[in-house]
């Protein structure tokens, strides 16, 4: 029996849209947390106007062995924050337009990172491929202050937000257009040998901006002084 040339071309085309719909929906992200993820209305967090709720829900498959999702409920949106669960729970605060979400994420002991997310009406979606506070680092990095640092830090490495958001940061007496930057201070410990071997600071409270707009960090001159300070070994 011969089978004809057009249903040949009809049993591919069939084929492989099948193939794209297996495709499409093994990509498609979740839409509620997994089975075995609860709830802790401890870390729920929302914003000022209330219309954004960040619930926090755990996996608990041992005493310690603890796995934290991180979920964004605003009207006609309820999104998964980061694939990727994290061992401990996290804090978060909000722009004051309620464009940007920061994540303050415990990473070890003595150690944190942070997670920036833009708010669309489809719900919260990461910055950035890497960390937030991977980027600040990176930046750092390029700066003269790092070349003064005889060992790069090695424990107790954290990046962390530094309070004033909710105001623009008038408490530094700065005037700064409004939901525009983000402040952040790097601290970081290192192996210091010698007569007595000891972990000892060596990045202190360095402190960058980050602009909202552009997507780029700089190091404003009001925090020049503190900056020269923050990378004197303890």
């Given at each position: ?12 085309v069939?084929g492989i ?22 709830i ?6 929302k914003?000022a106007?209330?219309?954004i ?47 940007w ?19 669309t ?5 990461a ?8 980027l ?14 005889k ?13 004033g ?14 939901n ?10 290192a ?6 071997p ?11 901006r980050?602009?909202l ?10 925090f ?5 300070k923050?990378?004197?070994?303890e």
């Open positions: 029996m011969k089978v004809k040339p057009s249903l040949i071309g009809l049993l591919v069939c849209g099948l193939v794209c719909s297996i495709e499409l929906a093994a990509a498609a992200p979740p839409s509620a947390p997994p089975a075995g993820y609860n802790d209305p401890e870390f729920t967090e914003s106007d209330g219309a709720t960040i619930e926090q829900y755990v996996s608990k498959d041992t005493e310690y062995d603890w796995k934290w999702q991180f979920w964004v409920r605003q009207p006609g949106a309820f999104v998964l924050l980061d694939p990727e669960p994290a061992e401990y729970p996290a804090g978060f605060r909000f722009t004051g337009d309620l464009k979400i920061v994540r303050a994420q415990k990473t070890g002991s003595g150690e944190q990172s942070l997670y920036l997310y833009r708010v009406p489809q719900g919260a979606v910055a950035s491929k890497q960390p937030f506070g991977d600040a680092w990176a930046y750092f990095k390029t700066r003269p202050e790092w070349r003064k640092i060992k790069a830090p090695e424990y107790h490495i954290t990046a962390a937000l530094l309070k958001i909710d105001d623009n940061y008038r408490w530094l007496g700065v005037d700064w257009p409004a525009r930057y983000l402040l952040v201070t790097l601290s970081g410990d192996d210091v040998k010698g007569r007595k000891m972990q000892t600071g060596v990045v202190n409270g360095w402190r960058c980050y602009d707009q552009t997507g780029k960090f700089d190091a404003p001159a009001l020049s002084e503190g900056n020269a923050a990378v004197v070994p």
